[in-house]
């Protein structure tokens, strides 16, 4: 782990706990070594100083299906669809976590819609096929 940027970002925290930037540059270093608790701290440090991005709640979504907290988890994943509900990424790993969880309808609902981001991807429909069988 790069330790110079690690403390270099966290020493900007310090100084400016709302630096949402330096925060968001730290969940992605942190995600690169599995490193989720770190995640929770800079949220915390985040949101405690009022500050609302929806990325935090998808970067804790993640953070709690790394530490197999699955109801905290999908809790923040519900979160953040309201901002990324048009985002492909964040739909492939919701319908995955939603798939893993056993919640079938609303995994479908989520990769419904990125079919209508893709209507040419089968393996989507497919997935949607077995998800209703």
Do not use: C
Request: charged content about 30%; hydrophobic content about 40%.
């Amino acid at each position: 782990m790069d330790a110079d940027a690690e403390e270099l970002l966290r020493n900007a925290l310090a100084l400016d706990p709302g630096y949402l930037e330096a925060a968001l540059v730290l969940n992605k270093l942190f995600f690169a070594y599995d490193k989720y608790e770190d995640v929770l701290e800079i949220a915390a440090i985040v949101k405690g100083e009022g500050e609302e991005e929806p990325q935090l709640s998808w970067d804790l979504a993640k953070a709690y299906e790394g530490l197999e907290q699955y109801k905290d988890a999908l809790n923040h994943y519900r979160l953040a669809y309201t901002d990324f509900k048009n985002h492909q990424e964040f739909l492939l790993e919701y319908g995955e976590f939603l798939v893993e969880e056993g919640l079938r309808t609303e995994a479908v609902e989520v990769y419904k819609q990125l079919i209508v981001m893709d209507p040419s991807n089968d393996e989507w429909q497919d997935l949607i096929e077995r998800l209703q069988d």
